[in-house]
C-alpha cells in the first residue's frame, strides 16, 4: 500500500526536475521570465532585443516589430520593472533606472544604469547558451529604453550585430570612451523625430557626435524625421528594417 504514495512522490520529484530544466534558464534571467517574444517563421537564427520607454511595457513595442519581423529573426520585448522615478515625484513606474532629468547635464543613477545593463547582458548570454551567438543579436530600444541599449552594447565584452538607438542619448556620457569595452566596428542606428520636444532632436546630434568618438564613424547612421515628435513613425520603421535585413541576413 506503501508503493503507490512513494510512486506518487517519486513522479512528482520527476516532474518537477523536468520543469526545473525546462525553465531554469529563464527563471535565471528575470527579465525574460514575462517578456512579450514574437517568433520566427522559420528556424531563428538571429534575435533583437527590444527594450521600451518610460512608464510603457514591451507589449507595443512588439506589435510595431511584428509588422518589420523577418521570417529568421526572434524579437524579444522585456518589460522593465516597476521602480519610482526622481523626474516623476518618486511614481512607481516601469523604468529600467531612475531619471533625474531629461537635460545632458541632469544628475543619473550611475548604479541602476550599470545594473539595468547587467540584466540585459544576462539576456543576451541566455540567447547565445540557446544557440544564437551575440554576433546575430542586435540591440535595439526607444527613448530611455534606446539609452539603455546604448550604453548595454558599447559596455559589452561581445560583438554585437548592431544597436538600434530611437530618440534617445547616451548614459554616462562622460566615463566614455574610457568605459567602452572597445568594439569600434559595432554598427549603429540613431533615429530622432525633428519636433520631439521632450529629448530634442539637438541631444540626439550631440549623442551622435559622441559616438562617433567611441566608434568608427561610418559605422554610425544618424537619421532624423521632419514631423515626428517622441515617438516613431512608419518611415523610420521601415529604415529600422533595412537596417535588420542588413545586418541579420539570413544563413
Excluded at 516601469?94 to 531619471?99: E, I, S
Excluded at 550599470?114 to 543579436?137: F, M, Q, T, V, W
Excluded at 559616438?211 to 564613424?217: D, G, H
Amino acid at each position: 500500500m506503501s508503493a503507490a504514495p512513494r510512486l506518487t512522490s517519486g513522479l512528482c520529484l520527476l516532474v518537477q526536475h523536468l520543469l526545473q530544466c525546462m525553465c531554469g534558464n529563464n527563471m535565471s534571467v528575470p527579465l525574460l521570465a514575462e517578456a512579450v517574444t514574437v517568433s520566427g517563421s522559420e528556424k531563428e537564427t538571429a534575435a533583437m532585443i527590444f527594450l521600451h520607454g518610460l512608464g510603457d511595457t514591451g507589449h507595443g513595442w512588439a506589435e510595431t516589430l511584428a509588422a518589420i519581423k523577418l521570417p529568421h529573426v526572434k524579437f524579444i520585448c522585456p518589460h522593465a520593472p516597476k521602480i519610482p522615478v526622481t523626474l516623476n515625484m518618486k511614481s512607481m513606474m516601469p523604468a529600467w533606472f531612475d531619471l533625474m532629468g531629461l537635460s545632458p547635464e541632469s544628475p543619473e543613477d550611475e548604479s541602476g544604469i550599470k545594473k539595468a545593463a547587467d540584466n540585459i547582458k544576462a539576456l543576451i548570454e541566455h540567447e547565445a547558451k540557446n544557440g544564437i551567438p551575440p554576433n546575430r543579436i542586435i540591440l535595439g530600444g526607444f527613448s530611455q529604453g534606446g539609452a539603455l541599449s546604448l550604453y548595454t552594447a558599447l559596455t559589452c565584452q561581445h560583438q554585437l550585430a548592431g544597436v538600434v538607438a530611437l530618440s534617445c542619448w547616451l548614459p554616462l556620457h562622460k566615463s566614455f570612451p574610457s568605459v567602452s569595452s572597445g568594439n569600434k566596428n559595432l554598427p549603429i542606428l540613431q533615429c530622432h523625430g525633428e519636433i520631439d520636444y521632450m529629448i530634442p532632436v539637438q541631444f540626439g546630434s550631440m549623442t551622435a557626435e559622441k559616438l562617433k568618438s567611441i566608434v568608427n564613424p561610418q559605422m554610425l547612421t544618424f537619421k532624423t524625421f521632419p514631423g515626428v515628435p517622441h515617438s516613431s513613425s512608419p518611415q523610420e520603421m521601415a529604415v529600422v528594417k533595412e537596417f535588420l535585413e542588413k545586418h541579420l541576413p539570413r544563413i
